[in-house]
């Protein structure tokens, strides 16, 4: 079905796998549109309730692929027609994203680990905001993630000087929700998709639409968009499921709905 990545789904987890290990799985413009599809795929599955997106081989991606940008092409309408869809397609989905970064995360490809709600790295994983080695800015919402997890200090320090970061350091900066060892790295993302894919995806859908939106509201906006989501949340089977549970002391068995 895809050239330049593969989908699959695994339970209630769907796995977009960045797929041109050659160039350490490099955007091309295919790529771009290959993932917008995939990301819309496993939006609109109702049987996904997790999505996991890793890279094949040793790397994670490594960003544009520098190898097949046509001289005197306008980078702008690359990231307006290419990047920019997909990383707003990732933040759209009312779904937990899990960035599972198998190996070095350059340029974009940190962006794109950046765009997800969580990163788990294997701890052979790096970072790297390769944009000014090229003399580029980092891009693909990179400005807007990047200072907003680590702060405005070690994000201009990353960004400017563009030196490769370990994924403990990752981890240390916040950057990362957990670090494993490469034994154990892809039975922790299971594990952990898997946890996800059983909570209440409803709900997490309202966090992260409206965590999201904090960052340009003031407080009464908040109370009001809380006001809004919790309405939708008390509504849902799953809230019921939840206090059931609770009142039965039994686990909850949560169905997304
Ligand atoms: O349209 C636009 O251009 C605007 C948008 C820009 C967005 C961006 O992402 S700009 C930043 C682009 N990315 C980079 O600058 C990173 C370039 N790559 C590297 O710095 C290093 O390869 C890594 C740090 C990622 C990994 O280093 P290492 O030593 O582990 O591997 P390597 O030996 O450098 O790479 C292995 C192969 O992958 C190699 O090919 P070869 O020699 O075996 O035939 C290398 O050329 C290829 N490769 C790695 N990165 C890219 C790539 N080929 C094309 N594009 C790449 N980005």
Same mark, same amino acid.
């Given at each position: ?17 960045? =797929?041109?290990?050659?160039? /350490?799985? %490099? ?18 599955? &109702? ?18 692929? $520098?190898?097949? &940008? ?37 340029? #974009? ?12 790295? &294997?701890?052979? %994983? ?9 003399? $580029?800015?980092?891009? &693909?919402?990179? /400005? ?27 981890? !240390? ?13 892809? /039975?922790?993302? !299971?594990?952990? %998709?898997?946890?996800?894919? =059983? ?6 859908? /309202?966090?992260?639409?409206?965590? =999201? ?15 809004? #989501? ?17 009142? !039965? ?9």
């Amino acid at each position: 079905m895809f050239e330049t990545i593969s989908y699959e789904t695994r339970g209630k987890t769907a796995w977009i796998t960045l =797929n041109r290990p050659v160039k /350490l799985n %490099a955007f091309t413009s295919l790529m771009h549109k290959e993932m917008v599809s995939a990301i819309k795929e496993a939006n609109k599955d &109702s049987n996904v309730r997790a999505v996991v997106i890793t890279g094949a081989g040793r790397a994670f991606c490594s960003g544009q692929d $520098l190898t097949g &940008s046509p001289e005197g092409a306008d980078y702008g309408d690359v990231l307006r027609k290419g990047y920019n869809p997909m990383v707003q397609a990732l933040v759209a989905m009312e779904k937990p994203v899990i960035a599972a970064v198998n190996g070095v995360a350059a340029g #974009a490809g940190m962006s794109l680990a950046l765009a997800c709600d969580f990163r788990i790295a &294997s701890e052979k %994983a790096s970072f790297i905001e390769a944009f000014i080695h090229v003399g $580029l800015v980092p891009d &693909s919402g990179n /400005l807007y993630f990047l200072p907003r997890l680590v702060g405005h200090a070690k994000a201009m320090e990353l960004a400017v000087l563009g030196e490769k970061i370990t994924a403990q350091q990752a981890k !240390e900066f916040g950057l990362v929700t957990k670090t494993v060892s490469e034994e154990e790295f892809m /039975l922790e993302v !299971e594990t952990f %998709a898997e946890k996800l894919a =059983n909570m209440p995806t409803k709900a997490i859908g /309202l966090i992260k639409r409206y965590m =999201n939106k904090s960052w340009e509201s003031d407080l009464n906006e908040v109370l009001e968009y809380e006001a809004q #989501a919790q309405k939708i949340a008390g509504e849902s089977a799953d809230h019921q499921e939840g206090l059931h549970a609770f009142i !039965e002391k039994r686990k909850p068995a949560f169905t997304g709905k």
